[in-house]
Every structure is written in structure tokens, then in C-alpha cells.
């Protein structure tokens, strides 16, 4: 029951800190809209989303799920304020997913070396913190909206087809919360099981185990 407890916890700050990311990545490319609607902090209180920090987070724990994932509040900001118009959205959408691939590589390095000196329990944590921040890091690359891989690649694109990307982003988002929903039982059905081995085997070259 601690370690299921602990699990959702870092969870929820994960994908505090994916968000928070974002929004310095946007100021630090010109745009104060985070900044100055209180969003670059870690405080938790402005970015928990009841169903995205805590209701989706705690049923896939529970049920063992395949798919690890939660979102916070996105946090705002204007890409036309963004200093770099051809790459800006692409280095912040990129932002988060290295922020969590970061941290997973951090704390796979402390988990192979509190294995290996006997720190079973603390590695266990560890363990726990590399696995969870994989799991959100590689799941956000996947290009589909409203993840950030889509923003990455739409980013990436040359202008005219970024602008048709972006268009069916605009009504995927038009739809709300029905698609994303939609989006994760797909994911879970058809793609779940390898992207899980996916996520396994780079977790034990992290690790060592």
C-alpha cells in the first residue's frame, strides 16, 4: 500500500513538472503567460486536474494498467509571442518530454547504484520515480493531439504543412475531453502491450536489472 501511494504521488508531481517545464521553456523564449498567471511553480495547488492528477492516475494504479499516464492543467502560453517562430512550439512541447526522460535517467543511474551496493529499499523507490517518468516521457512523444509529440512534429514541419496539422488539432480539441478519452482506450487496446515491453526494456538498461 506505500509503494501504490508513493506511486501516485510521483505521478501527480511528474506531471507537475512536465507542465511547469513547458511554461519556462515558453518564457524563456519571450512569452510571459505562464509567469504571469502564477503557473512556474511547483506548488501543486494550481495544476492539479481532478480527473487528470488524481482520478486517471489512481484507477490505472489500482487496475495494474498497462499505461501509466495523468496530465496536469496545461499550462498557457501564446506562440506568437514566442521569439523563435519556426521552432519555438517544438522546443516547448519538447520541454516536458525531456524534463521526465531527464529525471528517468537520473534516477535509473541512483536505482542501478542502490541496487548494486545492497539500498533495496530505497531503490525500490527510485525504481519507482525512473519507471513512472519513463512511462510519461515516452507515452508524450507519441505524434498524435493533443500529446506532445504532435506539437514536436507539427513544429518541425514545413509551414504550409504545419498549418494542416495544426487545423486537426484545432478540432480534435474541439471535441474536449471525448477524445482524449477515446484516445487512451485505443492506445490501451492496440498498442499497450508493446509499448509497455517498449518501456521495460529501456527501463532495464537503466537500471541493470
Known sequence: MEALIFGIIVLILSVIIHEVAHGYAAYALGD?????????????????????????????????????FGWAKPVPYNPYNLKNQRWGEAIVGAAGVATNLLIAVVFGLITRYAYTHGYDVFAGLAAIVTLTNLSLGLFNLIPIPPLDGYTILRG???????????????????????????????????FSGPFSEFIAYIFRLLVGV
Open 156 to 190: 518541425l514541419l514545413p509551414y504550409r504543412l504545419s498549418l494542416s496539422f495544426r487545423a486537426l488539432e484545432e478540432r480534435m480539441q474541439a471535441a474536449g475531453f471525448l477524445t482524449l478519452i477515446i484516445l487512451l482506450f485505443a492506445f490501451s487496446y492496440f
Open 32 to 68: 510571459p503567460t505562464a509567469k504571469l498567471a502564477g503557473r512556474l511553480t511547483l506548488n501543486p495547488v494550481p495544476h492539479i486536474d481532478l480527473v487528470g492528477s488524481i482520478i486517471l492516475p489512481g484507477l490505472m494504479v489500482l487496475s495494474n494498467s498497462g499505461v501509466l
